[in-house]
């Protein structure tokens, strides 16, 4: 008989454990039953909870990209002014929950699996507008008509400084790396906006 109120418990287990055997392989190559094992457990109780292998990984994505909001939700309440809004947004992305080694896998694995998997399509579709329309709300106030562009460009060196990270290429620390975003919108925000 299952134990009453281990389900979360256990889901979060599972979660946890795809994402730190998706940083140990590199890839989506993993099995239901490594991640099982990871998370103490074994194998039909995770397909128990969550039906298959890509059910586990949306809920691992659904999980970071649930702490990745929160993250900016957070740095946005504490920042005054348009700069500093877009500067906590590009931030938010480096913190290390965020730019860990396993999580940063598992968000180059997810692109992977959002050419595939309609549902991870959705949750990546609305990761990258939220990312744009965050951006672009206050870029808006220091660049004008521009903002669209800038931010589109900012996501895409984001986008790219993980690609990086999880092929192994050696960045400097959290901080650092998010400087390279940083010194571009700080271009951007010299250019002015639109004439």
Known sequence: MPKLG???IRRAALVKATIDEIGAVGNLDVTVARIAKRAGMSSALAHHYFGGKEQIF???MRHT???YGAEVRGALSMAQGPRARVEAVIRAGFTRANFRREVVAAWLNFYVLAQ???EAQ???TVYQGRLQS???HDLRKLVGSRAPDVAFRLAGLI???YLRQALGTVLPRNE???DQVIALLDLEITKGPAT
Do not use: F, I, S
Request: proline share 8%; hydrophobic share 60%; no cysteine.
């Open 58 to 60: 949306l809920a691992a």
């Open 159 to 161: 986008d790219g400084l």
């Open 176 to 178: 650092a790396v998010a």
């Open 116 to 118: 595939t998997l309609p």
């Open 134 to 136: 965050n951006l672009t």
């Open 122 to 124: 959705r949750l990546l």
């Open 6 to 8: 281990m389900e979360p």
């Open 65 to 67: 990209l649930t702490l």
